[in-house]
């Protein structure tokens, strides 16, 4: 079916105020052309409640060429008005069916959402097969009724002969004649639960459906590409596998058309459906309300939590590993990585040379000993844009890692990309606190960002006292000795890959934050010093004291560990865990803070490199052990992941970053420091530099960092 001219002109209109419209297409202005690709009626009800309903799922084409976005726009069309809906309203129309009708988006009616969610869950297919939906779970008790029935068929089949391993094939399900389903009925058959807007991320729709037995979240990928995206296939692989890192997908809907454009039939997911824990809150927001109350007596507040975070980001990269397979980074791989590493040392030179320029001859040791290193270690999927804000906390579930993209692709890559931009988040937490504490984040003093640090060893040491600092450094070292032991690995700051990763990130930090933030260019820049030199001697001390980058984790354990004791005797995990200042936290969180320091953004703290931090922060990990965890969602036996090597399609990823100055992956435009650290990017953010995204079913951190804020300052 095709949609009339007088919609097409209200969508034009409503399309490029959206928040999810795709800003790199914002030279299309404000009244783009948009053509019709595809019009489904999933919907029709001739309920008098609703004065007549249909549900309509469009894909629409805007611009042309390099430009050409197909978008996803769910539509309800009402014969009465319902003022509750008023901000959902796109316009009024005259339809054929219905008659006069007001048209709202799709994604905000919860009758719409409730429609959508139920065919999802009940695996319908739709009349003409441009939508189709697929359920797990109508899935998984298939396969179990298939299973038991060969059994019974079969009983003296040899069990080697049964595939039980074979992959899931992870693709729409195709629309077969006996499933169709005439809707067009008197009365709505589903309870209309009520919903919730939440905050989902770039080119997306979320919403919560409050349920009281099991509430679940409903997202619309309003940019469609042809194919099976990261963000769809990785939950969906890692749910069949039983993984408890991801929240569980119940299923998703589909939608074919023949794209006039490509001239061919495409597909692409249109709608994903998962269970949701309603109480949980992201992790960004539980960490920054305890830094902003940790004290020299309390440092050790978040250490347990750490550890079963570490944990459970340990347990997702093993399973990222067993469903996805796993690459040698040998050769081609870690030359192309560690060129781009050294390549970064000189651009950050070239941008902030003053802020750097006692960090030169260390900046340069480490471009040279990065031509040395032979490898990067194996390479698998990984999340990619992984930092607080993408890990939420539930009392019944855990800790779980969301809001996986379109920009986490499958390619293979190192595992301490994830790891340090998860670490530089702690650390933009912490630094967010300091600078909230000592009222810098109002400062007018430019003089660190023309000089940088230089030779001023007091305010280093300032930095490096600070209880959020050793707060930052235990933490660090918790996430770390949490996520040794699910991987079965030591690893710390003293891991060559992980402090490359590190310090890249770091310099990337510096010069977003000099151009955009300039009062939170303390935080990346004293981890970055003290990655490369150390922690600087106090006043009195004979020349040489001073801690060496390798010696300073243990001179902040020590701090922390004395700090502690005034109190009471520390314990074993706050004594381990002080004693790796070296983690840091992402360029990308470093992005995150800017936003977040009106609602306690996410800034990172940075610490110093240790070479065996998690020997000594085990007992952090045996406290999280202790704590109650949530049993599987199945049981299994651990699988292996494959090794292979790596394919000359998955050496391009690293071609693909060829690094530029504005075209760098890291590299933002004049935004906030903070959006990186959430996983968005500059195009996401409106003409204040705020996200564009409305808020979150849980509150975001920013409201009540904002308020804490404010009545400080008032």
């Known amino acids: 079916m095709a949609i009339s001219s007088e919609l097409e002109q209200l969508l034009a209109g409503w399309i490029p105020r959206q928040s999810w419209f795709p800003k790199l297409a914002a030279d299309f202005g404000s009244d783009p052309d948009i053509t019709p690709m595809s019009v489904a009626r999933a919907f029709t009800f001739k309920t008098e409640e609703l004065g007549g309903f249909a549900g309509l799922v469009t894909v629409i084409s805007v611009g042309d060429g390099p430009t050409l976005r197909r978008l996803n726009i769910p539509l309800s069309l009402r014969g009465v008005e319902d003022m509750h809906l ?30 959508m969610a139920d065919a999802i869950t009940k695996r319908k297919v739709f009349d003409g097969g441009q939508l189709s939906t697929e359920s797990l779970r109508h899935s998984q008790e298939k396969a179990a009724l298939r299973d ?63 349920d009281e037995y099991e509430p679940m979240e409903l997202s619309f990928f309003r940019v469609l590409e042809h194919g099976m995206p990261s963000s769809l296939t990785i939950p969906v692989l890692l749910t069949e596998a039983g993984s408890r890192s991801v929240p569980e997908v119940v299923g998703w809907g589909s939608g074919r058309w023949y794209d006039m454009f490509e001239v061919t039939e495409m597909e692409a997911p249109m709608a994903l459906l998962t269970h949701v824990d309603v109480d949980a809150e992201p992790a960004w927001r539980e960490a920054v309300d305890i830094v902003c109350a940790v004290d020299s007596g309390s440092i050790g507040a978040y250490n347990a ?31 192309l990585l ?70 986490t692709n499958s390619d ?51 930095i490096y006292d600070s209880p959020e600092f050793l707060w930052a450094s235990q933490v660090q070292n918790s996430l770390l000795s949490g ?70 984790e243990l001179s902040v354990a020590t701090t922390a560990e004395e700090s502690a004791t005034a109190e009471g005797p520390a314990t074993a995990e706050e004594s381990a865990t002080a004693e790796d200042p070296a983690t840091a936290e992402d360029p990308a969180t470093a992005e995150a803070s800017a936003d977040s320091a009106a609602d306690a953004p996410e800034t990172p703290e940075i610490i110093v490199e240790a070479d065996e931090p998690l020997a000594e922060a085990e007992s952090a990990e045996d406290a999280a052990e202790s704590q109650p965890r949530p049993a599987p969602r199945s049981s299994g036996t651990t699988r292996r992941a494959r090794v292979r090597r790596p394919t000359s399609s998955e050496h391009s990823v690293f071609d693909d970053e060829e690094f530029e100055d504005e075209a760098d992956e890291f590299v933002v435009s004049p935004v906030p420091a903070t959006f990186a650290a959430r996983g968005a990017a500059a195009e996401d953010a409106d003409s204040t530099g705020r996200h564009a995204h409305g808020g979150k079913h849980m509150k975001p951190a920013g409201d009540d960092a904002e308020k804490r804020n404010d009545s400080k300052h008032q």
């Open 86 to 115: 008023r901000k959902a309203l796109i316009g009024q129309i005259d339809d054929l069916a219905l008659g006069h009708v007001y048209v709202y988006d799709g994604a905000a009616d919860p009758v719409f959402v409730n429609l």
């Open 148 to 210: 038991q029935q060969s059994a019974r068929s079969a009983p003296a089949q040899s069990p080697a002969t049964r595939s039980t391993d074979a992959p899931a094939e992870v693709v729409p399900p195709k629309p077969s004649k006996a499933a169709l389903v005439a809707d067009s009925r008197e009365e709505l058959n589903i309870d209309v639960r009520p919903i919730e807007a939440a905050d989902a991320g770039t080119h997306k729709s979320t919403v919560i459906i409050h």
């Open 305 to 335: 939590q750490a550890a079963e975070m570490g944990r459970r980001i340990g347990e997702l990269h093993t399973d990222m590993a067993a469903e996805f397979g796993i690459v040698e980074g040998a050769g081609e791989p870690t030359k």
């Open 338 to 407: 560690t060129t781009k590493w050294s390549e970064r040392v000189d651009w950050a030179l070239g941008r902030a040379p003053l802020a750097l320029d006692s960090l030169v001859p260390e900046l340069r040791a480490h471009r040279a000993k990065l031509q040395s290193m032979q490898s990067v270690g194996v390479l698998q999927t990984i999340h990619g844009e992984l930092t607080l804000d993408h890990v939420v906390s539930s009392t019944t579930d855990g800790y779980s890692v969301v809001k996986f993209t379109d920009s």
């Open 412 to 462: 293979p890559k190192p595992v301490a990309l994830d790891l340090v931009a998860l670490l530089r988040s702690i650390d933009y937490a912490a630094g967010f606190a300091r600078l909230q504490r000592t009222g810098e984040l109002e400062s007018e003093d430019g003089g660190l960002v023309v000089n940088g640090f230089g030779n001023d060893n007091s305010a280093l040491r300032t």
């Open 483 to 552: 996520y040794s032991r699910a991987r079965g690995v030591s690893l710390g700051l003293g891991d060559p890959v992980l402090r490359a990763a590190l310090i890249d990130r770091l310099l990337v930090e510096v010069v977003t934050e000099l151009r955009n933030r300039p009062n939170w260019l303390s935080v990346p820049l004293a981890t970055l010093t003290l990655v490369l030199k150390g922690k600087p001697g106090r006043p009195g001390d004979s020349p040489g004291e001073a801690d060496s980058p390798a010696e300073a």
